[in-house]
T-cell receptor, first 111, second 111 residues
Framework: KNQVEQSPQSLIILEGKNCTLQCNYTVSPFSNLRWYKQDTGRGPVSLTIMTFSENTKSNGRYTATLDADTKQSSLHITASQLSDSASYICVRYNQGGKLIFGQGTELSVKP | GAGVSQTPSNKVTEKGKYVELRCDPISGHTALYWYRQSLGQGPEFLIYFQGTGAADDSGLPNDRFFAVRPEGSVSTLKIQRTERGDSAVYLC?????????FGPGTRLTVL
């Protein structure tokens, strides 16, 4: 079983709508948990970073939440844009710098 | 340079051949990481360098994979006797001790 599991595997929404992506992790504690955006053919880019003690973190239209009790995190995207179409990856960040990636959610925003 | 660069962007080779993938990290970053990303999956850790030495190579799948970073800057990932299962995107990331910044990856296809 992966240490980081994401759902849904893929998602299609209309431009302007909101959506929420889920991430469950099985091992804690950890240094921090991050959400990355990966455009097709590009490397992942960090969106949000949350330490173990934080509950929520926003970056523009992206808001990440973290529940350490249930070992769940979510990424909420508000007023989606066509450019939001990408893979969104939940990443557990160990103190040694070793990243444990989820398999990603493939988001497609349609006009 | 402004970011992490990787060459080549695409590499097609035949089963059994030897390949080298190059990573140029952000100038001054002492840590360098290699990851492998299969289609529809999140990246998987391969090896981590701190300076010239491999601090953690636990992710290398077998002894056909080897990486070097002789001067503590550019790194080369070497794959001997390539197999079709080696086909993937190979991502490189660098950091100065905190966030990892990713390159665009090298897409390796083994025919």
């Amino acid at each position: 079983k992966n240490q980081v599991e994401q759902s849904p595997q893929s998602l299609i929404i209309l431009e302007g709508k909101n959506c929420t992506l889920q991430c469950n992790y099985t091992v804690s504690p950890f240094s921090n948990l991050r959400w990355y955006k990966q455009d097709t053919g590009r490397g992942p880019v960090s969106l949000t970073i949350m330490t173990f003690s934080e509950n929520t973190k926003s970056n523009g239209r992206y808001t990440a939440t973290l529940d350490a009790d249930t070992k769940q995190s979510s990424l909420h995207i508000t007023a989606s844009q066509l450019s939001d179409s990408a893979s969104y990856i939940c990443v557990r960040y160990n103190q040694g710098g070793k990243l444990i990636f989820g398999q990603g959610t493939e988001l497609s925003v349609k006009p | 340079g402004a970011g992490v660069s990787q060459t080549p962007s695409n590499k097609v080779t035949e089963k059994g051949k030897y390949v080298e993938l190059r990573c140029d990290p952000i100038s001054g970053h002492t840590a360098l990481y290699w990851y492998r990303q299969s289609l529809g999956q999140g990246p998987e850790f391969l090896i981590y360098f701190q300076g010239t030495g491999a601090a953690d190579d636990s992710g290398l799948p077998n002894d056909r994979f080897f990486a070097v970073r002789p001067e503590g800057s550019v790194s080369t990932l070497k794959i001997q006797r390539t197999e079709r299962g080696d086909s993937a995107v190979y991502l490189c990331a660098s950091s100065s001790g905190g966030e990892q910044f990713f390159g665009p990856g090298t897409r390796l296809t083994v025919l």
